[in-house]
């Protein structure tokens, strides 16, 4: 009786289910952006750049171009002479990021900044190939190095056409965006002034660090609010997993309301994956007020799943209603992402991206962690990503290309990140030096701070905004006078 307590504890509660909902047409990557509340719109203008194929091979595509998209404001800006603020679109629409990321905004209409968000190729409606984008050899064309040299060429182009060839650009983004910033830093400091990264983890995606370190971070963040989570959780994922060796599979079905019942260890590691990314999900949205991005989700969702243990976990990828029942292969698609990569042309960017540049052999063990053991090794990224798309990842080519945390020689580079984001102890958490300085939010979740100003916001999150915007405008100020 206590283990079956215990099962429909994980399917009415712990799946926390309930609360991530439609989210789980997108990777966990992903909802970092998805999940930001709306802001009042600015008056950004959709336009596109005629933007080089490949930067680095004259013969392969010539001088072949594609529209990339990119949405400007000039409604803040004081004209040829007040900085840009340039967003480095990453793995979505760009839309989600502008309409969503208020501080930079905020930011702009203080700093009178002219305000550009550029579209990460293969994303979005920036193709290069159309639908023909995702296939071999067009997707080859997708890698880091690519983006970063997109960026360059735009924000070089536009400086001309604005007459803002006096103007310093400050580079912003989350996540994956966040480490593109400090990549552009890095990589193109004659052309930015400086990066204000968010949520960035420049470390365990290249390779660096512990495999097991962020299941056992999503297990902290619910270990925070009540201690004896963690066990709980862990002995429902257990039990399940004694259902499924007893093949008791029309139970499972029942308290999961599975479409089909299942009927192989193939679908439970399925059943496995989809919840485990329903908790990484909520840890990652822990935000102190309540958003309506991506389903109702109520403030503090992590501590309201913990003491509301009625909650259905349709709540999580049924927010409409509309479903009566779970696809486990239709809401969740496995791929090289151990979070997961959604569904639709964006994740299949995403899934390659994962299969050659960016590492994410994250695994949980049921030990240092409360979800049931998923490895993800190299050689199970290398079996996958063969036969998938016929590549061969290159383990440590980010750290090798981009400095990993060998970071002494960079300068004017924000590191944020937020306690309660599982992605934060993949990144910079302390400073490395005067220019290279590492903010921590006690109370956040993912980049929490590129969000738009809350009267819910903790202190810790005011005080990094600013923060972020006195060294903002200090490197605004030293740059400008390098000019003149």
């Known amino acids: 009786m206590a283990g079956q307590s215990c099962l429909f504890a994980l399917s009415l509660t712990v799946l926390c289910g309930g609360i991530v909902a439609r989210a789980f047409g997108q990777s966990a990557w992903q909802q970092r952006r998805s999940a930001f509340t709306i802001d009042p719109e600015p008056q950004f203008i959709e336009k596109y750049f005629p933007q080089v194929l490949d930067h680095f091979n004259y013969n392969s595509l010539g001088n072949g171009t594609f529209a990339q998209r990119y949405l400007i404001t000039d409604q803040y800006w004081r004209k040829n002479y007040g900085p840009i ?54 997707i080859g064309l997708l890698t880091v190095e690519q983006a970063l040299a997109d960026y360059a060429v735009m924000v070089t182009e536009l400086k001309k056409e604005l007459g803002a060839q006096k103007c310093p650009v400050i580079v912003f983004g989350g996540s994956y965006g966040g480490m593109l910033s400090v990549y552009m830093r890095i990589r193109y400091p004659n052309i930015v002034a400086g990066a204000l990264a968010a949520s960035a983890p420049i470390l365990s995606t290249a390779g660096m660090g512990d495999t097991r370190q962020f299941f056992w971070d999503v297990t902290a963040d619910y270990e925070n609010y009540n201690p004896a989570c963690k066990d709980t959780v862990r002995e ?50 822990d935000y102190p007020y309540s958003t309506t991005f991506i389903t109702a989700l109520p403030a503090f969702p992590v501590k309201v799943v913990l003491f509301a243990i009625y909650i259905q976990f349709s709540i999580v990828y049924n927010a409409t209603g509309e479903q009566t029942c779970y696809n486990l292969y239709s809401l969740y698609v496995e791929c090289a992402d151990p979070t997961g990569c959604g569904l639709g042309l964006n ?10 540049e960016i590492e994410m052999c994250f695994e949980s063990n049921n030990v240092t962690d409360m979800f049931p053991p998923m490895p993800f090794t190299q050689r199970m990224r290398e079996d996958y990503c063969a036969k998938r798309w016929a590549v061969v990842p290159r383990p440590g080519w980010l750290r090798t290309q981009y400095w990993g945390d060998a970071l002494l020689t ?44 809350n009267t819910a916001d903790p202190s810790s999150v005011v005080k990094a905004r600013q923060r972020e915007a006195e060294l903002i405008a200090q490197w605004v100020k030293t740059s400008r006078e390098k000019m003149f």
């Open 85 to 138: 603020f340039f967003y480095t679109g990453n793995e979505g629409d760009i839309w989600d990021f502008a309409l969503n990321t208020g501080f930079l905004t905020e930011l702009a209409a203080v700093q009178g900044a002219l305000v550009i968000f550029a579209e990460h190729r293969f994303y979005g409606k920036s193709l290069p190939f159309g639908q023909e984008s995702f296939n071999i050899p067009q």
């Open 236 to 285: 429902a994922f257990q039990k399940l997993q004694t259902l499924a060796e007893q093949e008791d599979y029309t139970h499972i079905q029942s308290a999961f309301s599975l479409c089909k019942t299942p009927s192989s260890p193939k679908d439970i590691h399925q059943l496995n994956g989809f919840l485990r990314n329903a908790f990484t999900l909520l840890a990652m949205l």
């Open 347 to 356: 994740s299949l960017a995403w899934d390659y991206q994962a299969c050659t």
């Open 410 to 453: 960079a300068s004017n580079i924000i590191f944020s990140n937020g306690d309660l984001d599982p992605w934060a102890n993949g990144g910079i958490r302390k400073s490395l030096s005067p220019s290279l300085i590492a903010i921590n939010i006690p109370e956040g979740a993912h980049h929490l701070d590129l969000r738009a100003s």
